[in-house]
């Protein structure tokens, strides 16, 4: 559709649109009628991700996109819980489509975090994702993670119960699998602007489970430790807790350069 308005953009604006090499845009606010949803980005010229915090953790859900990393259009990835096993069936959610069970995740910086609890009664006993190999430059991996790499930018993705990529049927070189109904994902992004080359940063992605209880999950994340927390939903990183939460003036909104923040 062609979409025509005299609508111009204030000046001031224009700097979170157009980003520059050397710029990160961080973000994260409540959007939705009756404060539907908590969302984050992280975004750089070259790659982004964004995360729904703590939507309906551990429900059943419909047709919910949870956590979505992206170079371009086509070199991207997604985690979710397929609703059924059929892999082009028409259910709320399908096996892409949704989560049949949604997980616990949230989002600081270039890094999100899942856990999934999916019950006994749930169809699919296991997670996956979507990462079509040949939309990337090259694809590295090891038993638990794979990361892409287009125009020098970088996806990687991590899963404790280890990953493996489908190499049949419909969804080959598309998929990867991991086994199990408990589980703990996590999605980074990256470019060579501000983490070197890939194999630097995925050196300081690699990830850790140090301890996984019934209201927490702790990680390691490179150097970082992370710990995901239950109730109330919050992401505690090197001791900084950063709830959830992102109504109102919890709200924010930040525009850094390389060498300075703005």
């Known amino acids: 559709p062609l979409c025509l308005s005299d609508y111009i953009p204030p000046a001031e604006d224009e700097a979170f649109l157009m980003l520059t090499k050397d710029d990160t845009l961080w973000t994260g606010y409540n959007q939705g009628y009756e404060n539907h949803v908590n969302l984050t980005l992280y975004k750089t010229s070259g790659v982004l991700l964004s995360t729904a915090n703590a939507f309906k953790p551990y429900q059943n859900g419909y047709q919910e996109h949870i956590v979505q990393a992206s170079i371009d259009a086509h070199a991207q990835c997604f985690v979710n ?92 070189k598309e998929e990867l699998l991991s086994a199990g109904r408990e589980n703990v994902w996590v999605v980074r992004v990256g470019d060579s602007a501000h983490d070197g080359t890939v194999e630097q940063f995925i050196a300081a992605s690699r990830c850790r489970l140090i301890c996984i209880q019934a209201q927490e999950t702790e990680i390691t994340v490179g150097d970082s430790r992370f710990i995901l927390r239950d109730e109330p939903a919050a992401l505690i990183v090197n001791g900084e807790e950063h709830l959830c939460d992102l109504r109102g003036d919890h709200a924010f909104l930040c525009l850094e350069k390389k060498d300075k923040g703005e």
């Open 81 to 172: 819980h397929p609703g059924e096993t059929h892999a082009f069936g028409s259910g709320r959610p399908s096996y892409w489509a949704g989560n049949g069970s949604l997980p616990l995740a949230t989002q600081w910086r270039n890094t999100s975090v899942l856990r999934y609890k999916v019950p006994e009664s749930a169809l699919v006993g296991f997670t996956h994702a979507y990462f079509p190999f040949e939309t990337f430059t090259e694809v590295l991996h090891g038993d638990d993670w794979f990361c892409g790499e287009k125009d020098g930018s970088y996806i990687y993705v991590w899963a404790h119960n280890g990953l493996r990529a489908q190499m049949e049927g419909p969804y080959q």
